[in-house]
């Protein structure tokens, strides 16, 4: 082991071919010709060494999503003067990736909000067609009921030989 926990030799094998069956061998498949191959050892970097280090200037001095660095003798671009570098359009009046996010933020919370008044207009609706629903269903229900109960009480007051008087009251005192 080194300063940084990384061990200078592995103790397994690095030969990893196996897991993607690279070489053109299936995965899985391993030559015996492929037997682990020595990894060599790492080189030791002190924290010293590491800080002294100088990066090389040129096209590749930077790593892909690094800030390209500044050079102090470059020539100022007019109007950029005191903003850092930074230019006067659109991307920089909205306050850059800040800016659009914000933009897109608010844009989606218009979106909810048009959204959720859709949302309470069908809700009202539904609201409205159950009511009816209802209303029928009970309308309905209480035609059954009266229709039953008259159909009961002229054949019961018929067969004891009661008058269609007496019938007709029941049924009004009764029904729903």
Do not use: C
């Not at 103790?11 to 690279?22: I, N, Q, V």
């Not at 040129?58 to 999503?65: C, F, I, Q, W």
């Not at 050079?71 to 570098?85: F, K, L, S």
Request: charged share 15%; proline share 7%; aromatic share 6%.
């Amino acid at each position: 082991m080194n300063g940084y926990n990384i061990p200078s030799q592995l103790p397994y094998s690095t030969d990893l071919r196996f897991l993607t069956g690279g070489m053109g061998f299936p995965a899985g498949a391993v030559p015996a010709s492929a037997a682990a191959v020595p990894v060599a050892a790492v080189p030791q970097i002190t924290p010293a060494q590491a800080s002294s280090a100088v990066m090389p200037t040129g096209s590749l001095s930077t790593a892909p999503g690094m800030a390209a660095p500044v050079d102090p003798n470059a020539p100022v671009v007019p109007g950029t003067e005191g903003t850092g570098g930074a230019g006067t359009g659109f991307w920089d009046k909205i306050g850059g990736a800040d800016g659009l996010g914000s933009l897109m933020k608010s844009l989606a919370s218009l979106g909810s909000i048009y959204t959720g008044l859709q949302s309470l207009k069908v809700a009202k609706d539904e609201y409205r067609l159950n009511k009816e629903a209802y209303r029928t269903n009970l309308a309905n229900t209480r035609m059954s009921f009266n229709t039953a109960l008259e159909d009961r009480a002229r054949s019961r007051f018929a067969t004891e030989g009661r008058s269609q008087a007496e019938a007709d009251a029941y049924v009004k005192k009764h029904s729903v």
